[in-house]
């Protein structure tokens, strides 16, 4: 039998490397070795919310927080579960929970993060610029900056902020070039082909021939590795 800590060990990094099946099984293991641990608790519905089971996530989270409510990180996970289950109200409510439980920097950054999310499924768009400018003044982690500034750059787009909309595109790009294949799964982006601007950002020739060339291939591209963003933008 595997010792506690490398059950441990086996969750976080499966956590970190969103393998959220295996996360969640590690996590559950320590759950029934160790009894009710708040980090295993925590561990485990995070892994739930990675594999879109938002309604097991948010009663496991509910059941620890009645016994410690002033978690910010329970409030946080549930805020995910939330926004997963599209209660974009409740989700924001839960942020604004974790913030009054005064988090450390690195995790308000996150927060805000997650709240930026919400706001933007709540078609809340200027509050969500808001608060990605937020995470991004509190340092938020380098591996999530691309994908906040590409959410920042579809705020604008639905703002019709066109310039603002492109340059924050370029930004995110330029630090993530995967995003370029989720393109294809946001609407507010097809007013843009024909826009040179634009093509020249997504890196096709300035034909309108070309820029239906270029998402007809990578429609036809498997997801693979882009996988890991999983739901985290899908209307």
Not at 55 to 70: G, V
Not at 81 to 106: I, T
């Amino acid at each position: 039998m595997r010792s506690v800590e490398d059950v441990r060990e086996v969750a976080n990094r499966s956590l970190n490397e969103g393998d959220y099946e295996t996360a969640f099984e590690s996590f559950d293991e320590l759950l029934e070795r160790e009894g009710e641990s708040i980090e295993a608790t925590i561990g485990a519905a995070t892994a739930l919310n990675g594999l879109e089971e938002y309604s097991d996530s948010l009663e496991m989270i509910e059941e620890a927080i009645e016994k410690e409510p002033n978690n910010y990180q329970l409030w946080t996970v549930k805020g995910q579960a939330k926004n997963g289950l599209e209660e974009y109200e409740e989700a924001l409510v839960c942020y604004e929970k974790a913030f009054e439980l005064n988090p450390p920097q690195n995790a308000a950054s996150l927060i805000w993060n997650y709240k930026s999310i919400s706001l933007y499924n709540n078609s809340q768009y200027q509050d969500s610029i808001e608060a990605i400018n937020k995470a991004l003044e509190l340092n938020l982690e380098s591996y999530l900056v691309g994908d906040t500034i590409y959410l920042q750059a579809r705020c604008y787009a639905d703002l019709q902020q066109d310039g603002l909309a492109l340059a924050s595109l370029k930004t995110a790009l330029e630090l993530k070039p995967s995003l370029k294949i989720w393109i294809r799964k946001t609407p507010e982006w097809n007013r843009f082909y024909s826009d040179t601007r634009f093509q020249a950002i997504v890196r096709t020739q300035v034909t309108q021939k070309s820029v239906e060339q270029f998402f007809n291939q990578i429609r036809e591209k498997p997801l693979g590795e882009y996988a890991f963003i999983h739901s985290k933008y899908r209307q």
